[in-house]
């Protein structure tokens, strides 16, 4: 029995760039719905459940991070794979795509082999975050300072208001708060 082809939402302001992507997409086993932009988007993902979003970063009046950032508003785990593509290369955008959620983030032009590479990552993390075998770190952080990570829950700011107390009371030279840092792959250090 033949497996049901998964569903990708393919959003990029340039349509040689969709077409190029959604063969590879097919070619990896996907059904493939391609958007022009931002608004087109998000009005076929209000009403098409998605397992991939390939999204383009830097596109007119809807940007792929408002897109992002707008797929992530759900029931926690059950949003697809987003991989962000764009020709930008700037650490910054980089970085506030993985905060708001990307499961990966790709420069073009990228070789196929390794875009390929990105969406099977993608697609793996959030496999282990849906059997609940990773704790998605966009899911665990709380506004508060609060970490939820399953059966653990840690307040962050409550830590560092304790260890700054404990360290101004047991004596005079102040000693640096205890650093912990909590991984997507589900390791802590």
Do not use: N
């Not at 190029?20 to 086993?29: A, D, M, R, T, V």
């Not at 991939?52 to 792929?64: F, N, T």
């Not at 849906?130 to 059966?151: C, M, T, Y």
């Amino acid at each position: 029995m033949q497996q049901p082809r998964k569903a990708a939402l393919l959003v990029d302001d340039e349509e040689s760039i969709r077409y190029l992507l959604s063969k590879q997409l097919q070619e990896l086993g996907y059904e493939c719905v391609a958007a022009a932009s931002g608004q087109e988007a998000l009005k076929i993902a209000s009403r098409t459940q998605f397992d991939l979003v390939l999204l383009d970063v830097m596109m007119p009046v809807v940007s792929g991070l408002d897109v992002l950032e707008r797929l992530r508003v759900g029931e926690k785990g059950q949003y697809p794979s987003i991989v962000m593509l764009t020709a930008a290369v700037d650490a910054v955008v980089a970085a506030k795509a993985l905060s708001l959620g990307a499961d990966a983030y790709v420069t073009k032009p990228c070789s196929m082999e390794y875009l390929r590479d990105r969406i099977r990552f993608a697609e793996e993390r959030r496999g282990k975050i849906r059997r609940g075998e990773v704790v998605d770190p966009h899911e665990a952080a709380q506004p508060e300072g609060v970490v939820d990570l399953g059966e653990i829950t840690v307040d962050l700011i409550q830590q560092q208001v304790a260890a700054f107390e404990e360290a101004m009371s047991s004596s005079a030279e102040p000693k640096p708060a205890p650093r912990r840092r909590f991984w997507p792959w589900g390791k802590r250090t």
